[in-house]
């Protein structure tokens, strides 16, 4: 039997002027970009091996990627994770959702940590990487779908180095894992070359939506996740989001359906809020979900985002106060893991005895009124509110939840117009560095930019 997914409110977006009826308006046109994403009938059609992703992972699949991370942990107390973008985004939200943020303190841990590189080009922060691990035994998942981006290449040029130094070049083979494509690319060259095991990126599924491939799931299972409860999670939301399920019944195309009305009333910037701190990352993925698939030709909502309270006390003036140009969509959470009071102090120097006096003695209780407070202060403020309510944080929620973005994210797009499955935009800077750097074939171009310098 299917759990409780996710809980979608819109019913806060309403006022000044914007009705039920408004967003009810939408329902033809979502159910058809639905249904545009299931016939691979619309701009990006290539890339829609996602769609189906979940419910298409074979036991074989799931078996190998078990192998693999077990292959690791048997050699290494850490494992670098070496990505950028959808090769690094996905892997990083899952893990900081579902740990332990003070893991690191601990001293004996059931699987290898994971640490991140090439998701950055800082000199100090490779530096700082190599001395952390100096007295650890480590390995390395090197991730790129294109199998040619500049910034993992050069934290992998680094990392295998290292490891080629540490256990020989024949030993190296066994701690290096690549994620890439099938057949192109120098990473997919080196691999085939050097003897390493690979995992496959397929084809029809572009980075940003590649979190249900071996790019997600194998850093995963070598961190100990449970990516057979994640992938349920998503299967099931794949389900409720399905081609024939309607407009009432789908909250995938309901939530599009409140965004695209929004940005249609002139909201420009949507807002991902949580109150739950682990969940930042889910944010960071998010904006590159959305970023990336909606920000073209002129048009598209920012995607920003915000840990709360925290950023009550920064971002909070702007979005109360500030131009009316935003809505937020707060990734609300029922029940934290643990149980956690508010000591009762005689003294009551702090003044805090009132939350004891009235019955509040969770730390959550105190985190929800927050919630209700900042949603009530910013709607009234003018700041629309979308809550997307999870039971708890787990592996099955998440994996629902990021196939819901996924799905949303589809379905806005092509309201929008654009194609959401590609990424054009991201090429100017590449122009540019290569240029600079003075790679072979943009000479020209590199004299011309350091002129403007
Ligand atoms: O969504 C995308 O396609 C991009 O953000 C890529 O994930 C990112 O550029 C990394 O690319 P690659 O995996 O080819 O190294």
Redesign the pocket.
Known sequence: MKREMIDLDTSKIYGNGITPAEVSELKAEMEQCNRMLHERSGAGNEFLGWVDLPSSISEQAFEAIDQAARSLKEVADVVIVI???????GVKAILSALSDPFEMMSTDRDYPMLLFA?QNISEDYLYDLFRAVEKRRIAAIV???????T??AIAFRLVKNEIERRYGKEQAAARIIAV??EHR?A?KTMATQEGYQTFV?PDDV?????VFTP?GLLPLAVAGIDIKALIQGARDMEQATGAEVSFAENPAAQYAAARTVLYRRGKKIEMLASYEPQLKYIGEWWK??FG?SEGKEGKGLFPASESLTTDLHSMGQYVQDGERILFETVLSVEKPKHELSVPKDDENLDGLNYLIDNNIHRINEINRMAELGTMLAHVDGGVPNIRIKLQQIDEYRIGALLYFFEKACGISGYALGVNPFD?PG?EAYKRNMFALLGKPGYEQEGDELRKRL
């Open positions: 990505g950028i973008g959808g090769s690094y985004l090439g991730i790129s779908k294109s199998g040619t981006t910034e993992p890439t494509d690319g990473l990126i572009g980075g940003r939506f590649s790019v590159q979900l990336e990424q991201v």
